[in-house]
């Protein structure tokens, strides 16, 4: 098991929330996307909706629940100079008729292709 050392007290990285694991800040976001599985066509797309997005990642709102470890295509719908991502899956929660996916970005991000996703 991993430790931490601060101030004095020793804390277990199994014991940290995910968000506190998190090597840059998610920003919160609400921008419309089609994701796919890596290599899928256009047609097989799926309808989602950006929540938060960081240098390193990303939480996926879908209609769809893809398993840990998928690797996702996620492409803006909007023609703003952002590209489309490619991510893995890490977690997936249900939220209402949908499924959140924290996803880990195959690339890093700039602070300003962050800004441009906002």
């Known amino acids: 098991m991993s430790e931490l050392a601060t101030s004095g007290a020793n ?7 995910l968000s506190e ?3 840059s800040v998610r920003r919160v976001c609400k921008r419309e996307v089609l994701s796919r599985r890596r290599g899928a066509t256009r ?15 990303l ?13 996702l295509s996620i492409e803006p719908l909007s023609r703003r100079s952002t590209r489309t ?3 893995r899956v890490v ?10 996916h924290g996803c880990e970005l195959a690339n ?7 800004a441009d996703w906002l």
């Not at 939480?59 to 690797?71: E, H, M, R, T």
């Open 108 to 114: 890093q991000l700039t602070e300003r292709e962050v």
């Open 59 to 71: 939480g996926l709102l879908i209609y769809c629940n893809f398993a840990p470890g998928s690797i």
């Open 43 to 57: 047609n097989a797309a799926w309808l989602a909706s950006v929540r938060n997005i960081s240098e390193t990642g």
């Open 91 to 100: 977690h997936v929660s249900q939220e209402g008729d949908g499924w959140i």
């Open 11 to 17: 804390i277990h990285l199994d014991q940290l929330t």
């Open 21 to 23: 694991r998190r090597a």
């Open 85 to 87: 991502l490619l991510a």
